[in-house]
């Protein structure tokens, strides 16, 4: 899997509007900022920590509407479904936009990717694949040598169907020849807590729940699944540097407003984005939460062709992974 040039142009993406000079606009009254899962979960965390700086930015409150469930497909609808008066937006992770709508067959009035317009990206991330510390194989090539001579013994945990860590073990299976199983949990900690007791062999995680357990030595870091090596783990390789070039599943947390807002908050918004990713101290906070920090500016294009990308790339992908969530 190629990583997905943000050089692009957007292709029948509809809602896009030019960032006005000086974005003037200032609310009046506070904003609601979805976050399509529960309170107190990492995207979560990262999002109450950006609406804090929004809400200083703007001069008014923030207020977080926790809208969780379906993978974050119901917070999603509520974004697109949502008065487009500039004083609601989503705050997303990337399975919500790209993913999400090819695993639940969302129809296209409803697919966010399609109808919500891109105010920024805030952060990225990868996943990493962390096996029990008894599990013999060190690395991922003695892992996939493992899996071949014994197909259909070795499972791996992850915190459910259709998510990209999920997907991230889906595409590992195709692109190594391998045939691992998988046991989807109803979040991270027991995903991640079967695997250091030794009920599955490895989970994929994203790094902040798996950071603790990989230093106190309950879990073995195996690989990450980006491009370039995590900063969070710059001493474990990637899985493209271990056999499967071409392999690349990463994330990135975003923000979105409904179709139909108007430009002025729209680009106030999209201003307030950029100056807040660039913060030193927000990067501080990303880096602690195992997320990693732009490493410059990245245009609206930029990141609209992106999404618009992944989006196409998933809806590709996920039919021939065989991968539905009814």
Do not use: C
């Amino acid at each position: 899997m190629k990583r997905r040039s943000l050089l692009l142009s957007p292709v029948l993406f509809a809602p896009t509007l030019a960032l006005a000079q000086g974005a003037a606009w200032r609310p009046n009254r506070p904003l609601t900022m979805i976050v399509p899962y529960a309170a107190g979960g990492g995207t979560d965390i990262v999002g109450r920590e950006f609406a804090n700086i929004l809400s200083q930015k703007l001069g008014q409150t923030v207020v977080v509407d926790n809208r969780g469930g379906a993978g974050g497909s119901i917070g999603a609808l509520a974004a697109v479904r949502a008065r487009p008066d500039g004083y609601t937006f989503l705050y997303a992770v990337s399975s919500n936009i790209v993913i999400n709508p090819h695993v639940y067959r969302t129809p296209q009035r409803d697919d966010p990717a399609l109808v919500l317009v891109p105010a920024g990206i805030v952060a990225n991330y990868q996943y990493i694949l962390v096996a029990n510390p008894r599990f013999p194989a060190t690395n991922l090539q003695e892992l996939i040598a493992l899996a071949k001579a014994r197909p259909g013994e070795i499972t791996f945990s992850h915190s459910g169907n259709g998510g990209n860590n999920h997907l991230a073990g889906k595409l590992l299976n195709r692109m190594a020849g391998i045939d691992i199983g998988d046991v989807a949990y109803r979040g991270t900690a027991p995903a991640l807590m079967d695997a250091v007791n030794g009920t599955v062999q490895f989970n994929i995680s994203s790094p902040p729940p798996a950071i603790p357990l990989v230093r106190d030595g309950q879990l073995r870091a195996i690989a990450v699944t980006g491009a370039q090596r995590s900063p969070t783990f710059p001493d474990v390789p990637t899985v493209a540097e271990q056999g499967l070039p071409g392999y690349n599943v990463t994330g990135w947390h975003g923000v979105f407003y409904p179709a139909g807002t108007p430009a002025e908050p729209v680009a106030a918004l999209r201003t307030a984005v950029a100056e807040i990713a660039a913060m030193p101290a927000f990067h501080e906070k990303l880096g602690r939460d195992g997320l990693e920090p732009l490493t410059g500016p990245v245009s609206i294009e930029a990141f609209t062709a992106q999404v618009r990308d992944e989006h196409a790339f998933w809806g590709r992908t996920i039919p021939e992974l065989g991968i539905r969530v009814e």
